[in-house]
């Protein structure tokens, strides 16, 4: 079992920054990759950026340049530092952990990311 705390949304203004944070516990051993995703108002959940055990990243066209994925020395604990924020990036994000073993997916609670003047 893997457990998933997220932290770090809240509301910016066009052009701000923010950091999230993906806090990971339990089976860790398991994990081979570790993400992001968001969903708009309205819209359906779409990819931010993934980053795998090798460092290598997949990062959305979407957000180059402006958000970037990272992950920490032991691989638990993965951050989406956003800057130049824009008012389209406002959405629910969603950390993701992926594993070798069933469900292969662990999906955190959510964090609120408002960028709004």
């Known amino acids: 079992q893997v457990q998933l705390v997220e932290s770090g949304g809240g509301l910016v203004q066009p052009g701000g920054s923010l950091r999230l944070s993906c806090a990971a516990s339990?089976?860790?051993?398991?994990?081979?990759?570790m993400g992001w995703y968001r969903q708009p108002p309205g819209k359906q959940r779409e990819l931010v950026a993934t980053?795998?055990?090798?460092?290598?990243?997949n990062v959305a066209d979407s957000v180059k340049g402006r958000l970037t994925i990272s992950r920490d020395n032991a691989k638990t604990t993965a951050y989406l530092q956003m800057n130049s924020l824009k008012p389209e990036d406002t959405a629910v994000y969603y950390c993701?952990?992926?594993?070798?073993?069933?469900?292969?997916?662990?999906w955190g609670q959510g964090t609120q990311v408002t960028v709004s003047s």
């Open positions: 993701l952990v992926a594993v070798t073993t069933t469900p292969y997916n662990y």
């Open positions: 339990g089976s860790i051993f398991s994990i081979y990759a």
């Open positions: 980053i795998n055990n090798g460092g290598g990243t």
